[in-house]
């Protein structure tokens, strides 16, 4: 075989070489790529869906505050008007975090359990202290409003921001929040 056939079978080689590489490199960017907008669009709207549902603790947290103290309205009208505010800034809460649920890890989901069992004992608290509110005076809307306030101090003022701050340092942690 001549030098120049030798020289030319050479070269198709390198260039189909170069080619096949040049090609396999192309498709593996291409998945790569893919995979990396997944991940990206992924990681994406789960901190939209932290960053509105913790959005929706806070507002949440101010509206049990005062659904659980006594400071509402003494008008009947803008006391029904309120309380449905209050239990719908409540409900929306919760709404939004159980449609999410399923982004959340055991110890996020521990966490919240713990929330909602506390708001779900504090409405019946404030329907019970409501129900007995015609018998103001007696042993039992004493024991009503007793017991209210105590769930009221234990969890709204107590447990409620340290739950919120675990949340809270958990989120900026995980997801690099912060940078130091």
Do not use: C
Not at 19 to 47: A, M, P, W
Not at 50 to 68: G, N, Q, S, W
Not at 129 to 136: L, Q, Y
Not at 146 to 161: G, H, M, N, R, W
């Amino acid at each position: 075989m001549p030098l120049t056939e030798v020289l030319e079978l050479s070269a198709y080689i390198v260039i189909g070489s170069g080619v096949g590489t040049f090609v396999t490199q192309e498709l593996f960017k291409h998945r790569l790529n893919k995979q990396l907008f997944r991940f990206s669009k992924l990681y994406s709207d789960k901190l939209e869906i932290i960053r509105i549902l913790y959005k929706k603790l806070v507002l949440m947290e101010k509206a049990l505050d005062t659904f659980m103290s006594q400071r509402e309205p003494s008008d009947d009208f803008e006391k029904a008007k309120f309380k449905e505010e209050t239990v719908k800034v409540i409900n929306d809460f919760i709404e939004y975090y159980e449609f999410n649920e399923i982004i959340f890890d055991d110890y996020t989901v521990d966490i919240m359990g713990q929330i909602l069992k506390k708001i779900k004992e504090s409405k019946k608290s404030q329907n019970l202290a409501n129900i007995f509110e015609d018998s103001r005076g007696t042993d039992v809307w004493l024991k009503a409003i007793s017991d209210k306030q105590e769930l009221y101090d234990e969890f709204v003022i107590d447990e409620f921001p340290k739950l919120k701050d675990k949340l809270k340092k958990d989120f900026q942690k995980r997801y690099k929040l912060l940078s130091k």
